[in-house]
């Protein structure tokens, strides 16, 4: 189930962004409520982050397995929002009961946002290849 594009921000088509693909696998089905209540809040604080220009979200639940996408301003919009509460409690709390997370980071012209699942997923695939 995805998450439409939820636009925050103006984008220039010319400017370069930064864009983030996170991939988020629980350990148990037992973790998805405390893990989909966690998001209501994260999600009220993108939209009062600076630098954040939209995001999107992906949930497999039946598999354990949840998605975000997001386009930054730049590295340092991106760490100042992970630093901040609620998502630096979110992290910690939810890290135990979290699998092998994955970050996939690469730039992206304004052009290219909002986002597209196919082209973020490919880009983690090409990553994931030795």
């Known amino acids: 189930m995805d998450m439409p594009w939820k636009k925050i921000a103006p984008v220039n ?29 994260i999600q009220k604080q993108l939209a009062g982050s600076a630098g954040i220009l939209g ?3 992906r949930a497999k639940p039946l598999e354990r397995n949840f998605w975000t996408m997001s386009a930054w301003l ?12 609620p998502h630096s409690r979110v992290m910690k709390a939810l890290a135990p009961l979290m699998g092998s997370t994955r970050f996939i980071r690469w730039k992206v012209a304004g052009s290219d946002v909002p986002l597209r699942w ?4 490919e880009r983690a695939k090409q990553e994931a290849r030795p």
């Open 74 to 85: 730049d590295e340092k919009s991106l760490m100042d929002f992970t630093v901040r509460i």
């Open 13 to 41: 088509p010319n400017a370069e962004y930064l864009a983030l693909l996170t991939y988020l696998p629980l350990k148990k089905h037992r973790a998805i409520p405390r893990f989909l209540w966690s998001t209501f809040a």
């Open 55 to 57: 995001y999107a979200l």
């Open 118 to 121: 196919d082209v973020a997923i």
